[in-house]
T-cell receptor
């Protein structure tokens, strides 16, 4: 199963873009990259996912490198409500069904 | 509104007692999951179910049991055999397939005293 590596914490000024990196150097060809976030004491919330193309939705953009070994989640204009733990996840292989394998994520602090 | 509901939000139990956490979804999802989260840690998979009347152990199933008698319900029982049951428990559901997002409930915080 592919593992992910994320920095434990990051800061970002309100209104600026937040760029959250993730390394997944052992990802296999059919594994998707997912991003979730968890605001304190709540359930995780889906943000975005992709296979190899860059993706954008109303919440964020996902940039995946051509070799698929790393990706970056971009929150274009961070607000204080974006303060949360962000999880980069590579979908686990068949032995865990369709379960998501969460690590410790990156704790993003957006400051005024 | 469609969604996934966990109840109760907070639960207190005495050591040695079994306790059952509820998880219900009306999203018509086939797959359901239970995760455990300890302070400052990521989520760890306890059990998962891909279809009614079938479930599989996750990474930390010891001391827990589940049932999946109905598509919309996946209750988790924390038994007295679980050594450190105090934690935040999260239930999730998804359609089948690798290209599907999971929806999470708001969690149940269990405290065993």
């Amino acid at each position: 199963d592919a593992k992910t590596t994320q920095p434990p914490s990051m800061d970002c000024a309100e209104g600026r873009a937040a760029n959250l990196p993730c390394n997944h150097s052992t990802i296999s060809g059919n594994e998707y990259v997912y991003w979730y976030r968890q605001i304190h004491s709540q359930g995780p919330q889906y943000i975005i996912h992709g296979l190899k193309n860059n993706e954008t939705n109303e919440m964020a953009s996902l940039i995946i490198t051509e070799d698929r070994k790393s990706s970056t989640l971009i929150l274009p204009h961070a607000t204080l409500r974006d303060t949360a733990v962000y999880y980069c996840i590579v979908r686990v292989a068949a032995n865990s069904g369709y379960a998501l394998n969460f690590g410790k994520g990156t704790s993003l602090l957006v400051t005024p | 509104d469609g969604g996934i509901t966990q109840s109760p939000k907070y639960l207190f139990r005495k050591e040695g007692q079994n306790v059952t956490l509820s998880c219900e979804q009306n999203l018509n999802h086939d797959a359901m999951y239970w995760y455990r989260q300890d302070p400052g840690q990521g989520l760890r998979l306890i059990y998962y179910s891909q279809i009614v009347n079938d479930f599989q152990k996750g990474d930390i199933a010891e001391g827990y049991s589940v049932s999946r008698e109905k598509k919309e319900s996946f209750p988790l029982t924390v038994t007295s055999a679980q050594k450190n049951p105090t934690a935040f428990y999260l239930c999730a559901s998804s359609r089948k397939g690798w290209d599907t997002e999971a929806f999470f409930g708001q969690g149940t915080r269990l405290t065993v005293v």
